[in-house]
């Protein structure tokens, strides 16, 4: 099956170097004055991304969080980095007391989330938007929870994307908090029908237990490691022995990677740093010193395999 981006399906190995996890629009709550809401600015950070060796990248800002579908489209097709969009939701922390989507069920949810993947993603999120579509399909479904914590707000999510999963064969990626609560999201997901191998574990790697990653990556699920360029939490040193851990118990076949920058304050385009280009020109050739060319499937054939849309259930 092909992988969905917002200029169309491409087939997987099309994609070429892929970042799994980044943002080029967001805007919530939980960040003030650290707002992507500049279409000129987070063009120019898609294009130090793809000057650093990317040719594609996920854009992970789900339903309410300030994505841009448009803008998004205008970006891919300017600087040539092949976008996947995301539709979904955030965990509930994201979200005013009084947002819309707080209002909607499961099977609600999952049909706005069918909505963006099957025909198009609206100009702007809204409750019953009679907006005209963009003609960009998102690609992925994305859920959040909390820190050990599943909130009735993320529960619905998750059965929503779960219906939306099953009726489109889109993949999933969910947000952990240093990656508590793990096994309990595969359950879920699991019991509504979902196969571990559809689903992408996002901040596996905030908590750096190898053991623990093993685990996840034999029920088939995958490792989204999307934490370096963050020493006041954990060392690039460490997420380097964390994967070289998890290489040397097998579960290399599973790891995928990116930078989850997420920050005006952290992307270059907007007068911060490190920027997006971190992840390949500082980050990668660290991995590859350790590890050697096998690096390149977590950037490579890894991604191009989750990406890929399944068969859909119904």
Same mark, same amino acid.
């Given at each position: 099956?092909?992988?969905?981006?917002?200029?169309?399906?491409?087939? #997987?190995?099309?994609?070429?170097?892929?970042?799994? %996890?980044?943002?080029?629009?967001?805007?919530?709550?939980?960040? #003030?004055?650290?707002?992507?809401?500049?279409?000129?600015?987070?063009?120019?950070?898609?294009?130090?991304?793809?000057?650093?060796?990317?040719?594609?990248?996920?854009?992970?800002?789900?339903?309410?969080? &300030?994505?841009?579908?448009?803008?998004?489209? +205008?970006?891919?097709?300017?600087?040539?980095?092949?976008?996947?969009?995301?539709?979904?939701? @955030?965990?509930?922390? %994201?979200?005013?007391?009084? %947002?819309?989507?707080?209002?909607?069920?499961?099977?609600?949810?999952?049909?706005?989330?069918?909505?963006?993947?099957?025909?198009?993603?609206?100009?702007?999120?809204?409750? &019953?938007?009679?907006?005209?579509?963009?003609?960009? +399909?998102?690609?992925?479904?994305?859920?959040?929870?909390?820190?050990?914590?599943?909130?009735?707000?993320?529960?619905?999510?998750?059965?929503?994307?779960?219906?939306?999963?099953?009726?489109?064969?889109?993949?999933?990626?969910? @947000?952990?908090?240093?990656?508590?609560?793990? @096994?309990?999201?595969?359950?879920?997901?699991?019991?509504?029908?979902? #196969?571990?191998?559809?689903?992408?574990?996002? @901040?596996?790697?905030?908590?750096?237990?190898?053991?623990? %990653?093993?685990?996840?990556?034999?029920?088939?699920?995958?490792?989204?490691?999307?934490?370096?360029?963050?020493? +006041?939490?954990?060392?690039?040193?460490?997420?380097?022995?964390?994967?070289?851990?998890?290489?040397?118990?097998?579960?290399?076949?599973?790891?995928?990677?990116?930078?989850?920058?997420?920050?005006?304050?952290?992307?270059?385009?907007?007068?911060?740093?490190?920027?997006?280009?971190?992840?390949?020109?500082?980050?990668?050739?660290?991995?590859?010193?350790?590890?050697?060319?096998?690096?390149?499937?977590?950037?490579?054939?890894?991604?191009?395999?989750?990406?890929?849309?399944?068969?859909?259930?119904?």
């Amino acid at each position: 099956m092909n992988v969905r981006t917002v200029l169309g399906d491409v087939a #997987p190995d099309e994609l070429g170097r892929v970042d799994y %996890h980044e943002h080029l629009f967001q805007v919530t709550p939980l960040l #003030p004055g650290d707002e992507l809401d500049d279409e000129a600015a987070s063009r120019g950070e898609a294009a130090v991304l793809k000057a650093s060796g990317f040719d594609a990248m996920v854009d992970a800002t789900p339903i309410g969080l &300030g994505r841009d579908p448009a803008g998004a489209v +205008r970006i891919s097709a300017a600087t040539g980095l092949a976008v996947v969009a995301t539709t979904g939701a @955030h965990r509930e922390a %994201h979200y005013a007391p009084s %947002h819309w989507l707080r209002s909607l069920g499961a099977e609600e949810r999952a049909n706005l989330f069918v909505r963006d993947l099957l025909e198009g993603m609206p100009e702007r999120d809204a409750p &019953g938007s009679t907006t005209p579509l963009t003609g960009a +399909r998102a690609g992925l479904l994305k859920a959040g929870i909390g820190y050990w914590s599943i909130s009735d707000f993320e529960r619905t999510t998750l059965e929503g994307v779960a219906l939306a999963s099953l009726s489109t064969g889109a993949p999933i990626m969910v @947000h952990l908090e240093f990656c508590t609560a793990a @096994h309990e999201v595969l359950d879920l997901l699991t019991a509504s029908g979902i #196969p571990e191998t559809r689903v992408v574990l996002a @901040h596996a790697d905030r908590d750096p237990d190898a053991a623990l %990653h093993l685990e996840l990556a034999a029920r088939g699920a995958w490792l989204g490691y999307d934490g370096m360029a963050r020493p +006041r939490t954990r060392s690039d040193a460490e997420l380097v022995a964390l994967t070289e851990a998890v290489v040397a118990g097998g579960g290399a076949g599973s790891i995928l990677l990116g930078g989850d920058v997420a920050r005006r304050t952290r992307y270059l385009s907007y007068g911060g740093m490190p920027g997006l280009g971190y992840l390949a020109t500082r980050y990668l050739p660290r991995l590859r010193a350790a590890l050697g060319p096998l690096v390149d499937d977590f950037t490579g054939a890894n991604p191009q395999r989750f990406l890929a849309w399944a068969a859909p259930a119904s």
